[in-house]
């Protein structure tokens, strides 16, 4: 499977011949939300993955991801 994201559109692309089982696999390897920012925003973001092959697309998933604003832990970096 060859991976390629375009971080532009947000569209994540696979190809390759191969299993279902590794297409699963390689989805749950590459779908991840990073969020560093002290103060987050918390608004919904929505993911939607469309499928095609030969045969044409998919129906279109779509599913909503939730963003929590946690208070971080403290840390000391300097001691004057």
Known sequence: IVGSFDPLTG???LTGTTTLVN??????????????????NTSIRTISIT??????NS???TRNLT????????TLTTIY
Do not use: E
């Open 11 to 13: 569209v994540l692309t």
């Open 23 to 40: 297409y699963r696999a390689a989805l749950r390897a590459s779908l991840r939300y990073t969020n560093t920012s002290d103060v987050p």
């Open 51 to 56: 499928l095609a092959d030969s045969s044409g």
């Open 59 to 61: 129906n279109t998933i």
């Open 67 to 74: 963003v929590a604003s946690t208070n971080d832990t403290p």
